[in-house]
């Protein structure tokens, strides 16, 4: 993709083929086993059975940042795992992109106050694209986490030249309808 | 006369070098962040030298700046596998500082919601286990039963993992209505699944061949290392005397005393000819056995619960008294400590908290049991002892 | 075996280098000082009687109230505290040692308080020391290599301590 990136004016040949290959990549995202704590226990929930990520095309959990596109970073990061954390996202080729899963990546979490070594977020060490709060947050609210870096990748426009970038719009927000007879839209 | 050579032989000066690998904090099997500096030769192993601290979330720091009752959700997250018997740990430490007395029916919902996070513990650790030597199906299914367990618990607390709902004075709430029902289909669910895992790994002879006699523990070796739980079970021998080494039996706390279960010590008769006590596939099985043991416990407990005096949670003193209170449990990983020192000047926060975990003291052993095997068996080794990162470093 | 009795066996064997005793806490334990300390524990372990060989624990703990205004009132004088929790496996019964150092060395600050290691009796005293060296700043003499275990290598101070202040920030990542 280096030597196509940004070489094409903006047309209608250039736009199916973004699409094509957007559509392409945000369904096989393979997310980097960067498990490290109590959200790592959520993530594995999430990769199992009953909430299969594999159906989003993200089951195939690459042990290798050199493999892997999504970096979902889970549990608490400290300063002594800090430059192990940078360093794995440095090692993963573009374009990637990283979930900060749970309250200890979003902003310290329980540990903010008294926490002398836990890094205040995990924001402060490596770009992150979307953030899933929560205590563990629920395998469904990852869920929702990928696709919301899945209408990111939808919103990506590396072929043509000059592009404005736009905000990715929500879709499949996981809003559903109720059913008629409780009152919902029909 | 034989002082030529015999020219069939070649030899070829050939020198080795030992290699350091590190088996680094982010690894499919470390079951966290474990670092493993490996020094081999070739294949072999001569030394293995753990490195912790990443996941230190500065637990007793916190402690002696929150009140007891704000320091339960931190114990969850310190086995967040097993966070009921966490929090069941450092409650039974201020309540016996506080010298408490727990009504019987607290008791009761303490044994069978701890029971049950035993029960949940032991799959993930079997599941992971099957998913270190290279098996995804055990992996699966025990998610599966989990997932129900996590919707027990969900019912009666609100979190899929970290609970905060064994707390000081008793449980945080009573249990809903209908949830016997519901726990008691779910033991007559589980019972015949656990011949599934047996069929999948215990007597799967792939598995055999990589966890029978690899990291066998001699049973002085873990006393003097402090171990605890299955990881000291695997290495006992009922026939030559040793005790039922289990805490729920030898210092019965919440009303253990009064169930009716058996502590998991080998031998065994249904062991394969390849295995020796105190190897992996041991300890292993010592997990699988106390699945059982806890249904048994658990249908105790409902079957008690009808019937028990008191109400769920007593009611708590006002700030903690002076003096110092060290109780430890029977979590799923072995013992489990809990230090709480009050303060002289009438105060809710403690002076200091310190969580003494099992895996810690089994992790010490990592160096011993994994000198002179392959780097293959590193997973076998790491995955039987059965550590959970939060624990060791708090 | 009864704690009075583990106790009353001590005294005979050692006398006044028990410095004191306490029966009434809810975990009853002896205060012995840092010189002797090797020598009773190797007596807990290798009597018959008493038979500790688990070392489950070992806590340093900081008597320091670091608000002047309310150290009047703590109840204290500012020392340390290195606690040993001992299980026997034979006689299942449980003891507690304690060591009482002062917070800093001679009284210079900086300088960590120093106690002999049990790490020759017991294989688990080597990481316990570690860690008690590393998160409350004691000193065991004769550790085999005594190290930061959970903290980075290059971490300064001693975080349990109740004087410590939160570092502002660590290799470039802010800390508050």
Known sequence: MGWLEGRFEESVITTSLEQAINWARQSSMWPMTFGLACCAIEMMATGASRFDIDRFGAGAFRATPRQADLMIVAGTVNYKMASRVRRLYNQMPDPKFVIAMGACTCGGGPYYKYGYNVVKGVDLVVPVDVYVPGCPPRPEALLEGLMRIQDKVRGMKDLTKNQQTDLPIPSRTGYTLLPAELGGAV | MATVADPTIVEFDVRTDEMLVNMGPQHPSTHGVLRLVLRTDGEVISEAVPHMG??????????????????????????????????????????????????????????????????????????????????????????????????????????????????????????????????????????????????????????????????????????????????????????????????????????????????????FPEAPPESVIGDCWHRFYVRMLEVIESIKLCEQGLKRYPTAQGTHRADLPKHLPAGEA????????????????????????????????????????????????LIADIPAIVGSIDIVMGEIDR | MTSAEIISILDQKFGDRIKAKNLEAKDPFVVVTPTDLVEICRYLRDDARLGFDMLNCVSG??????????????????????????????????????????????????????????????????????????????????????????????????????????????HGIRGR
């Open chain 2, 326 to 373: 060290y109780v430890e449990t029977e979590c799923p990983r072995g013992q489990m400590g809990f230090y709480v020192v009050g303060r002289p000047s009438k105060d809710s926060v403690p002076l200091r908290v310190r969580a003494k975990s099992s895996s810690f003291c089994n992790l010490s052993l990592c160096d011993e049991l994994c000198r002179g095997c």
């Open chain 2, 54 to 267: 990443y996941l230190h979330r500065c637990a007793e720091k916190i402690g002696e700046n929150v009140t007891a009752i704000q320091f339960i959700p931190y114990t969850d997250r310190m086995d967040y596998l097993a966070a009921m018997n966490m929090n069941l740990g450092y409650a039974l430490a201020v309540e016996k500082l506080c010298g408490m007395e727990i009504p019987e029916k607290a008791q009761v919902i303490r044994v069978i919601i701890a029971e049950l996070n035993r029960i949940a513990s032991h799959l993930v650790g079997m599941g992971t286990y099957g998913l270190d030597l290279g098996t995804f199906s055990p992996f699966l299914y025990a998610f599966r039963e989990r997932e129900m367990i996590l919707d027990l618990f969900e019912e009666v607390c609100g979190a899929r993992l970290t609970y905060s709902y064994i707390t000081i004075g008793g449980v945080h709430d009573d249990l809903p209505s209908g949830w016997t029902q519901r726990l008691q289909e779910f033991l007559d669910y589980l019972k015949p699944r656990i011949e599934e895992y047996h069929t999948l790994l215990t007597r799967n002879h792939i598995f055999v061949s990589r966890t029978a006699k690899i990291g066998i523990l001699p049973k002085h070796l873990a006393i003097s290392h402090a171990c605890s739980g299955p990881m000291l079970r695997g290495s006992l021998n009922r026939t030559s005397g040793d005790p039922d080494w289990d805490l729920r039996k030898i210092e019965p706390y919440s009303g253990y005393g009064a169930y009716d279960f058996r502590a998991i010590v080998p031998p």
């Open chain 3, 61 to 170: 703990v900081d008597y320091l109230e670091p608000d002047p205004k309310k150290a009047a009132k703590a109840g204290f004088d500012p020392h340390m505290e290195v606690v040993y929790h001992f299980q026997s496996f034979r006689n299942k019964h449980r003891f507690v040692v304690k060591v009482i150092l002062p917070r800093w060395k001679d009284d210079k600050a900086g300088e960590l308080p120093e106690v002999p290691s049990l790490a020759s009796l017991f294989n688990i005293a080597n990481w316990h020391e570690r860690e008690v060296y590393d998160l409350t700043g004691v000193w065991f003499t004769g550790h085999p290599d005594l190290t930061r275990i959970l903290l980075s290598d290059d971490w300064v101070g001693h975080p349990l301590r109740k004087d410590y202040e939160f570092p502002l920030e660590y």
